[in-house]
């Protein structure tokens, strides 16, 4: 089984519906991201978690709400989609502290299209 | 803010030659790291390399090495006798150590090797 495992992999949504991203993780960190990715923009972060009680903004939260329902499990919604919110969306863990590159962990994607 | 800037937004390489992937950022921390990820066709994040940024030596790993020139704040990715596989989409990342651990990534360059 994969370290970090987003459900589902490929989701076509209506504009006005609302819809969840899964993400849960076998890896054992407390850190945890939501990233989405578009043409030419990169990687841009959502929310993310530092541990269940702590979640905070990232630089496009507008629009999104996360859930971090245990340690391992960090769930995104969109409350009402809309199509500028399709996109390659990625969870991705990290360890708290140490040295080197903190074991970055990334999810295989949910690409979401919303018509 | 921190910033990750890469100008290259599609090269072409021949196979079996050494490609040069730009990116320069910008942070006025002194603690931070940097890393480039390769993102095929299918999606996924897969990491290749890290240099922290009091790391003394350029990074290597395998054909990949890491170009850090701290002074102008540039972490160019350096891939030598490249192959057909090589070709995908590549991000350059930072990691800013006061900051919370997330990753702000560049727009990417895609990278095309011709046989």
């Known amino acids: 089984d994969a370290d970090v495992t987003q459900t589902p992999r490929n989701r076509i949504t209506k504009t006005g519906k609302r819809i969840m991203l899964e993400c849960s993780q076998t890896k054992g960190h407390d850190r945890m991201y939501w990233y989405r990715q578009d043409p030419g923009l990169g990687l841009r972060l959502i929310y993310y978690?530092?541990?269940?009680?702590?979640?905070n903004k990232g630089e496009i939260s507008d629009g999104y709400s996360v859930s971090r329902q245990a340690q391992a499990k960090f769930s995104l919604s969109l409350e009402s989609a809309i199509p500028n919110q399709t996109a390659l969306y990625f969870c991705?863990?990290?360890?708290?502290?140490?040295?080197?590159?903190?074991?970055?962990?990334f999810g295989s994607g949910t690409r979401l299209t919303v018509v | 803010a921190q910033k990750i800037t890469q100008t290259q937004p599609g090269m072409f390489v021949q196979e079996k030659e050494a490609v040069t992937l730009d990116c320069t950022y910008d942070t006025s921390d002194q603690s931070y790291g940097l890393f480039w990820y390769k993102q095929p066709s299918s999606g996924e994040m897969i990491f290749l390399i890290y240099q922290g940024s009091y790391d003394e030596q350029n990074a290597t790993e395998g054909r990949y090495s890491l170009n850090f020139q701290k002074a102008r704040k540039s972490a160019n990715l350096v891939i030598s006798a490249s192959q057909l596989g090589d070709s995908a989409m590549y991000f350059c990342a930072m990691r800013v150590n006061n900051a919370g651990n997330m990753l702000t990534f560049g727009g990417g360059t895609r990278l095309m090797v011709k046989p």
């Open positions: 991705a863990t990290s360890e708290a502290e140490g040295t080197g590159n903190y074991g970055y962990t």
């Open positions: 978690s530092f541990d269940v009680k702590d979640i």
